[in-house]
């Protein structure tokens, strides 16, 4: 599969460090590009010490191994005019650069967009901010969890006496990675049409913006009226009863869809609370609904759902997945190594003439293809 990926022989220099920036070059390596990190001398990126667990790979955190797989490295001080010279060769001879400092940073280290451009005229060049490249909120600190603080997202999830609830996953960062991966694919199409390059930015409140566009549009042609979440089983601001998560006897399931009145027939909700309005009275059926569901277990009510064809799923944990064997029938999961250290991960989430690629490499060692700042790609 390795010799007929889409992105064999395309060279990504990535200057980008954590999530958002190394997402993208992740996508973009998965799919057969040659992607290099361009790391500090000594230190390398953060995220090879910033850990999301006590859990360490080879003395490296586990979020660096997950998302820096299948790259090499360039141990490289920035702030040396000789070493700056010695990667300039890598530049001129780069397909793509990414980049996701705070504006400003890669125009003072000589490195920007307009003076790339100068000697690698149809490069591609990918920028990922925290707010954009101007603007009142040009100068923050653009990480995860503040831009979600910033652009309202946390008022979706939660109850209604939950205060604000952030997303367990850096969601700003993916989503942003993700993007970038989009304009960048788009402007390689265009180069490889035209013969063109160009310049794609995102920034992490502009996807966190994107994912709430159906929501935005309803409060922007809705009078600006806030939507209010849930007191009982939240899981959406804005739909109807029975839209929610709710307790079992041994469990929880969620339920999506499904018409009061033959829930009532199936739980034995009262007939009288499923007759209410789904939308205004949602938290009385909620309730209503709440209390039978804690008599039976998961599975006792997902036979009596799907056999009802009720929209619902049981609540399941990594090791529910994983036991299920979906992971593993669709070839979600492989096995990487890095010398006498392997490790699992997850896969690209998409399949190449019915093959999902995959790579046994991982993420590399600090500099360990230094030998292209002599000799080039």
Same mark, same amino acid.
């Given at each position: 599969?390795?010799?007929?990926?889409?992105?064999?022989?395309?060279?990504?220099?990535?200057?980008?460090?954590?999530?958002?920036?190394?997402?993208?070059?992740?996508?973009?390596?998965?799919? =057969?590009?040659?992607?290099?990190?361009?790391?500090?001398?000594?230190?390398?990126?953060?995220?090879?010490?910033?850990?999301?667990?006590?859990?360490?790979?080879?003395?490296?955190?586990?979020?660096?191994?997950?998302?820096? +797989?299948?790259?090499?490295?360039?141990?490289?001080?920035?702030?040396?005019?000789?070493?700056?010279?010695?990667?300039?060769?890598?530049?001129?001879?780069?397909?793509?650069?990414?980049?996701?400092?705070?504006?400003?940073?890669?125009?003072?280290?000589?490195?920007?967009?307009?003076?790339?451009?100068?000697?690698?005229?149809?490069?591609?060049?990918?920028?990922?901010?925290?707010?954009?490249?101007?603007?009142?909120?040009?100068?923050?600190?653009?990480?995860?969890?503040?831009?979600?603080? +910033?652009? =309202?997202?946390?008022?979706?999830?939660?109850?209604?006496?939950?205060?604000?609830?952030?997303?367990?996953?850096?969601?700003?960062?993916?989503?942003?990675?993700?993007?970038?991966?989009?304009?960048?694919?788009?402007?390689?199409?265009?180069?490889?049409?035209?013969?063109?390059?160009?310049?794609?930015?995102?920034?992490?409140?502009?996807?966190?913006?994107?994912?709430?566009?159906?929501?935005?549009?309803?409060?922007?042609?809705?009078?600006?009226?806030?939507?209010?979440?849930?007191?009982?089983?939240?899981?959406?601001?804005?739909?109807?009863?029975?839209?929610?998560?709710?307790?079992?006897?041994?469990?929880?399931?969620?339920?999506?869809?499904?018409?009061?009145?033959? /829930?009532?027939?199936?739980? =034995?909700?009262? /007939?009288?609370?499923?007759?209410?309005?789904?939308?205004? *009275?949602?938290?009385?059926?909620?309730?209503?609904?709440?209390? *039978?569901?804690?008599?039976?277990?998961?599975?006792?009510?997902?036979?009596?759902?799907?056999?009802?064809?009720?929209?619902?799923?049981?609540?399941?944990?990594?090791?529910?997945?994983?036991?299920?064997?979906?992971?593993?029938?669709?070839?979600?999961?492989?096995?990487?190594?890095?010398?006498?250290?392997?490790?699992?991960?997850?896969?690209?989430?998409? +399949?190449?003439?019915?093959?999902?690629?995959?790579?046994? +490499?991982?993420?590399?060692?600090?500099?360990?293809?230094?030998?292209?700042?002599?000799?080039?790609?």
């Amino acid at each position: 599969m390795t010799d007929i990926l889409p992105l064999k022989g395309l060279k990504v220099l990535d200057f980008s460090q954590f999530l958002a920036g190394p997402y993208c070059a992740l996508k973009l390596a998965d799919l =057969g590009a040659d992607v290099v990190k361009v790391e500090r001398s000594g230190l390398g990126d953060l995220s090879r010490y910033l850990y999301l667990t006590d859990t360490k790979i080879a003395g490296e955190s586990t979020i660096f191994h997950a998302i820096n +797989r299948n790259k090499r490295s360039v141990a490289v001080d920035l702030k040396s005019d000789e070493e700056k010279a010695r990667l300039t060769q890598l530049v001129q001879e780069a397909d793509v650069i990414l980049q996701n400092f705070r504006p400003g940073v890669m125009e003072r280290l000589g490195f920007g967009y307009e003076a790339v451009k100068k000697i690698n005229p149809t490069v591609v060049y990918g920028t990922v901010t925290g707010y954009g490249s101007d603007g009142p909120w040009v100068d923050l600190p653009g990480q995860d969890l503040l831009a979600q603080a +910033r652009s =309202g997202v946390m008022w979706l999830s939660g109850g209604r006496d939950h205060g604000p609830v952030a997303m367990g996953l850096p969601i700003a960062d993916v989503l942003a990675g993700s993007a970038l991966t989009h304009g960048v694919l788009a402007l390689l199409y265009r180069k490889a049409t035209q013969n063109i390059g160009g310049y794609v930015e995102t920034s992490l409140i502009e996807v966190l913006a994107d994912l709430q566009f159906e929501l935005l549009t309803t409060w922007f042609n809705d009078g600006n009226r806030t939507p209010e979440r849930s007191k009982n089983n939240p899981a959406h601001a804005y739909l109807a009863a029975p839209y929610g998560v709710y307790e079992t006897a041994d469990g929880h399931v969620a339920i999506a869809m499904g018409k009061l009145d033959l /829930l009532a027939n199936i739980t =034995g909700l009262s /007939l009288e609370i499923a007759a209410l309005d789904a939308f205004k *009275q949602r938290d009385e059926i909620k309730a209503g609904l709440a209390a *039978q569901l804690k008599t039976r277990t998961s599975a006792s009510w997902m036979d009596e759902f799907v056999a009802n064809d009720i929209w619902a799923a049981p609540v399941m944990d990594w090791d529910g997945v994983v036991a299920s064997g979906v992971l593993q029938t669709l070839d979600m999961v492989q096995n990487i190594e890095r010398g006498d250290v392997a490790m699992q991960t997850t896969k690209l989430p998409l +399949r190449i003439d019915g093959v999902r690629p995959s790579s046994s +490499r991982a993420a590399p060692e600090l500099g360990d293809a230094n030998d292209l700042l002599e000799t080039g790609w």
